[in-house]
């Protein structure tokens, strides 16, 4: 059991750019959420997945972002079109899931910053 | 809907001496109730939880929190900080197997 990975640690870019994160959960976990976090703020729920499928979304998950989990592993999250109002960490949890609360284990987040 | 009040963003305090981070939730409906810690570089990590039973509830590493339903309230404590303790501190509640919502941090400087 590794943890939960998240690459790439850091990304810088530029405005209008299309940037993706991936996310690797523990394995066996079935549930896998993302999550943003501002300065000075608590994270925020984005989205998450029960094995591959969506099962919700944030009004905060505006039309330029999109998450996907196919095969239900690893987890992307894009961006299209950044704005700097996108500079944020990024954070992913995974979970057993299912039935009661499963304890979510967070990664180590990445941050963006949009210039 | 559920939302989360950390009223204290910053508490500075010296080694040895308590400490309290106050938390108040808000929701219609029964929730379960965590503290989550963040420690400077590092991810998330889950402190400790109240899901049912005994109200009050303690982690490994001497923090304590009790559940108090008429007061709406989760407020963490620990009778004697160490400088390892510096970090951020996150009270959340959650539906079940559901999103986290999380309140807006409390950063714990302990001071020598």
């Known amino acids: 059991d590794t943890g939960v990975s998240q690459d790439p640690r850091h990304k810088i870019t530029k405005r209008g750019q299309n940037v993706t994160f991936r996310c690797d959960p523990i394995?066996?976990?079935?549930?896998l959420y993302w999550y943003r976090q501002t300065l000075g703020q608590g994270p925020e729920f984005l989205t998450y997945?029960?094995?591959?499928?969506?099962?919700?979304k944030s009004r905060l998950l505006s039309d330029r972002f999109s998450a996907e989990r196919p095969k239900g592993s690893f987890s992307t999250l894009e961006i299209q079109r950044t704005e700097q109002g996108d500079s944020a960490m990024y954070l992913c949890?995974?979970?057993?899931?299912?039935?009661?609360?499963?304890?979510?284990?967070f990664g180590p987040g990445t941050r963006l910053t949009v210039t | 809907a559920q939302s989360v009040t950390q009223l204290d963003s910053q508490v500075p305090v010296f080694e040895e001496a308590p400490v309290e981070l106050r938390c108040n939730y808000s929701?219609?409906?029964?929730?379960?109730l965590f503290w989550y810690v963040q420690y400077p570089n590092q991810g998330l990590q889950l402190l400790l939880k109240?899901?049912?039973?005994?109200?009050l509830v303690e982690s490994i590493n001497g923090f304590e929190a009790e559940f108090n339903k008429s007061q709406t309230s989760f407020h963490l404590r620990k009778p004697s900080v160490h400088i390892s303790d510096t970090a951020e501190y996150f009270c959340?509640?959650?539906?079940?197997?559901?999103?986290?919502?999380f309140g807006t941090g409390t950063r714990l400087q302990v001071f020598p």
């Open positions: 949890a995974s979970s057993l899931g299912t039935g009661g609360f499963y304890e979510q284990y």
């Open positions: 929701s219609s409906v029964s929730v379960y």
């Open positions: 997945f029960q094995n591959e499928a969506q099962l919700e």
């Open positions: 109240y899901l049912s039973g005994s109200t």
């Open positions: 959340a509640v959650s539906l079940a197997t559901d999103k986290l919502i």
């Open positions: 394995s066996e976990h079935n549930r």
